[in-house]
T-cell receptor, first 114, second 114 residues
């Protein structure tokens, strides 16, 4: 089976940098994804790491260490609109290979204060 | 369509009634997924479809839940004899293939069983 751990809540101020950590236990790992969900909205895809290292997309970066079963999402120059829940997710592959559905963590609620 | 469309957006039903939830994925997306999200919780995998292959039903919580996908496009999730614990937001997502990233989610159906 799969399990993911991430903090339930994080608070930061506008303009700051925040890091949301995710640790996972998995029987087969093909990549770590991050999704953003505003209250009442649909989850939206942010990033995906299949290999170790840092992926940067604008103000958001995502990091993966496969040997440590650990990743994080880094949000820079925080804006009020970044207040949302952030979910890490791993692929559950039942038949081998990289195909499978996503298993999500319980999410981290980020509150950005003025 | 341009995005994943779900209907209805809200559904209130009496305990014991059957409900049908509809998902219209992005045109050309061969993979379709159903998830359930209870208030303040993460996303719970229910079922996924990939092309003409048999669906992966391993996440369905009971035999009251079923889903079908007609013509490789529209999907219907059916819940029979609804219970109060079925109250949640039911989210549908699609992707180009069954893979661990890049899902596009619909806005969901909020189901309330009274």
């Amino acid at each position: 089976g799969q399990s993911l751990e991430q903090p339930s809540e994080v608070t930061a101020v506008e303009g700051a940098i925040v890091q949301i950590n995710c640790t996972y236990q998995t029987s087969g790992f093909y990549g770590l994804s991050w999704y953003q969900q505003h209250d009442g909205g649909a989850p939206t895809f942010l990033s995906y790491n299949a290999l170790d290292g840092l992926e940067e997309t604008g103000r958001f970066s995502s990091f993966l260490s496969r040997s440590d079963s650990y990743g994080y999402l880094l949000l820079q120059e925080l804006q009020m609109k970044d207040s949302a829940s952030y979910f890490c997710a791993v692929t559950q592959s039942r038949y081998g290979g990289s195909q499978g559905n996503l298993i999500f963590g319980k999410g981290t609620k980020l509150s950005v204060k003025p | 369509g341009a995005g994943v469309s779900q209907s209805p957006s809200n559904k209130v039903t009496e305990k014991g009634k059957d409900v049908e939830l509809r998902c219209d994925p992005i045109s050309g997306h061969t993979a379709l997924y159903w998830y359930r999200q209870s208030l303040g919780q993460g996303l719970e995998f229910l079922i996924y479809f990939q092309g003409n292959s048999a669906p992966d039903k391993s996440g369905l919580p009971s035999d009251r839940f079923s889903a079908e996908r007609t013509g490789g496009s529209v999907s219907t999730l059916t819940i029979q004899r609804t219970q109060q614990e079925d109250s949640a937001v039911y989210l549908c997502a699609s992707s180009l293939a069954v893979r661990g990233y890049g899902y596009t989610f619909g806005s969901g159906t909020r189901l309330t069983v009274v």
